[in-house]
T-cell receptor, first 112, second 113 residues
Framework: RKEVEQDPGPFNVPEGATVAFNCTYS??????FFWYRQDCRKEPKLLMS???SGNEDGRFTAQLNRASQYISLLIRDSKLSDSATYLC?????????????FGSGTRLSIRP | NAGVTQTPKFQVLKTGQSMTLQCAQD?????MYWYRQDPGMGLRLIYY???????DKGEVPNGYNVSRLNKREFSLRLESAAPSQTSVYFC????????????FGDGTRLSIL
């Protein structure tokens, strides 16, 4: 089992729709969580951090479920410009080093 | 604001050749990272440097070496390139190790023939 798993998609949804995807992680000691966005052949860019109480940034809502060990990203009123690959990032510290794991990404395509 | 700068952007090598990928950041970040990204896989951490003067192995360090030259610069060296090292390489930096969001460079597309 991968340490961080994402549905690769693609999710193909019409403009204006609401779309959500999850990311599961296997290490219960994981401490920090992020969603990154990556456009085709570009570098990843931070979309938002994920806080324990859940957080919202405009049309984007991120949530953490520690009991079930997953994080989620909800996009409301989707725009064409939201088409990208969304990477979840999970970090857990071992006794001597940080361990940063990227998911392989969920591809989202918004159609007009 | 340059952020994280990687050079070169593209490179083709023959098996057995060596090369160094350069990375510099101007955000006064303490931590720097090297990742590789292959099709269908997430970014995998090769090496990181939590602070100037320290380096540590990540998930896939074999075949690579790194140098944290100073606070700004973190280089990745392939001593004897192999076709399995064909990938896109990203350098990143953050204020602190692991717990901070990371800022990425544009990437280096490396092909080993």
């Amino acid at each position: 089992r991968k340490e961080v798993e994402q549905d690769p998609g693609p999710f193909n949804v019409p403009e204006g729709a609401t779309v959500a995807f999850n990311c599961t992680y296997s290490n219960s000691a994981s401490q920090s969580f992020f969603w990154y966005r990556q456009d085709c052949r570009k570098e990843p860019k931070l979309l938002m951090s994920v806080y324990s109480s859940g957080n919202e940034d405009g049309r984007f809502t991120a949530q953490l479920n520690r009991a079930s060990q997953y994080i989620s990203l909800l996009i409301r009123d989707s725009k064409l410009s939201d088409s990208a690959t969304y990477l979840c990032v999970v970090n857990s510290r071992s006794s001597s080093a940080s361990k940063i794991i990227f998911g392989s990404g969920t591809r989202l395509s918004i159609r007009p | 604001n340059a952020g994280v700068t990687q050079t070169p952007k593209f490179q083709v090598l023959k098996t057995g050749q060596s090369m160094t990928l350069q990375c510099a950041q101007d955000m006064n970040h303490n931590s720097m990272y090297w990742y590789r990204q292959d099709p269908g896989m997430g970014l995998r951490l090769i090496y990181y440097s939590a602070s100037e003067g320290t380096t540590d192995k990540g998930e896939v360090p074999n075949g690579y070496n790194v140098s944290r030259l100073n606070k700004r610069e973190f280089s990745l060296r392939l001593e004897s390139a192999a076709p399995s090292q064909t990938s896109v390489y990203f350098c990143a930096s953050s204020e602190g190790a692991g717990h901070q969001p990371q800022h990425f460079g544009d990437g280096t597309r490396l092909s080993i023939l």
